[in-house]
């Protein structure tokens, strides 16, 4: 798979695998075994960026990339996240990213992962009770000690990227975007070009939405988290749906699949943005991974342009609570 550079030096794949999914937020995982299979299944067809977090499980997410990685860790970037506080048992208690939280963070995830250092660091939700240029600090000092290599954000807004970028060179931010969700086009897209700053899309398919297998009809269980995201609402997804038709569209015309095209168009946008789609299937993976081979010519992108304009997305893309962690 062709490379492109994050920040100024840090080559990743063009697309990366975001493994959240191998330990939660969609409905029933897969086994440890499973997951890393799907880890190391994605290595050999030339993914070598891996996206986690501590949050995620909590914690087992880490443990399961880090086994994965292992054998080839020499070959590959893995990125992790800190900035949730959590209690005795280990469940989620709300954001926390004072410097002394961000340093047993980092240990913790350096553990988990059986790493010297971790690749790409992001703060994974801007925490306002603790001042971006003191987190950007303790994160210049991490680097300073070897613990860390890359400086990364998530969901940050236009005045916290440059705050931080001006204590520590920020390399990547990562934060939604896809056609259903062009927000960062805005302002966000510009500052990032400005400061010389990689962006990371999660969720580049809609989660899933944008690969034509959800519909109107389907049904989620309790523990998949788009049964409780506005946006997978039933009359949401009937409305949405003609940003699926138009991806089908064009996919039939270049023996492609809907996704394959989602991601090609976001690899258009700009030569240091990185798509992290995830999947807990191998096949998902290994259509993904084509999307770098998907040429989408100047009419097949005013095409998108031109309809896609016309389509109003509905619903919102978190719940209510979610929402109030995204900094603006």
């Not at 801007?126 to 998530?154: Q, Y």
């Amino acid at each position: 798979m062709d490379k492109r550079v994050l920040g100024t030096d840090l080559e990743v794949s063009a697309l990366g695998l975001g493994c959240m999914g191998l330990s939660q937020s969609y409905g029933t995982p897969p086994g440890r075994a499973e997951g890393v299979a799907l880890v190391r299944g994605a290595v050999e067809r030339g993914v070598t960026f891996f996206d986690t977090a501590e949050v995620y499980g909590p914690f087992v997410n880490e443990e399961l990339v880090g086994e994965a990685l292992r054998p080839v860790r020499d070959q590959v970037v893995i990125a992790t996240k800190f900035g949730f506080a959590f209690d005795a048992e280990g469940r989620q208690t709300g954001l926390s990213s004072r410097p002394d939280d961000v340093r047993r963070a980092v240990d913790g995830s350096l553990r988990r992962l059986g790493i010297d250092a971790i690749d790409l660091l992001y703060q994974h939700r801007v925490d306002p009770a603790v001042p971006i240029e003191d987190v950007a600090g303790t994160v210049r000092e991490l680097i300073a000690a070897g613990k860390v290599r890359h400086f990364g954000l998530s969901e940050a807004g236009v005045g916290t990227i440059r705050r931080a970028h001006a204590v520590q060179p920020v390399t990547a931010l990562q934060s939604e975007y896809s056609l259903w969700w062009r927000e960062p086009e805005a302002s966000i897209l510009p500052v990032l070009e400005e400061l010389g700053i990689g962006l990371v899309p999660f969720s580049p398919l809609g989660r899933g939405f944008l690969t034509g297998t959800i519909d109107a009809a389907t049904s989620f269980v309790s523990t998949d988290m788009r049964a409780g995201i506005p946006r997978f609402a039933a009359e949401a997804r009937k409305d949405n749906q003609r940003l699926v038709d138009l991806l089908t569209t064009i996919a039939t015309r270049k023996q492609a699949t809907a996704a394959q095209i989602a991601l090609a168009w976001l690899l258009s946008r700009k030569p240091w943005i990185v798509p992290i789609p995830g999947t807990t299937r191998i096949e998902r993976v290994e259509q993904n991974v084509g999307a770098a081979d998907v040429e989408l010519t100047p009419d097949d992108l005013r095409e998108i342009e031109t309809t896609a304009a016309t389509i109003e997305i509905r619903g919102a893309r978190y719940p209510e609570q979610a929402a109030r962690m995204i900094d603006r």
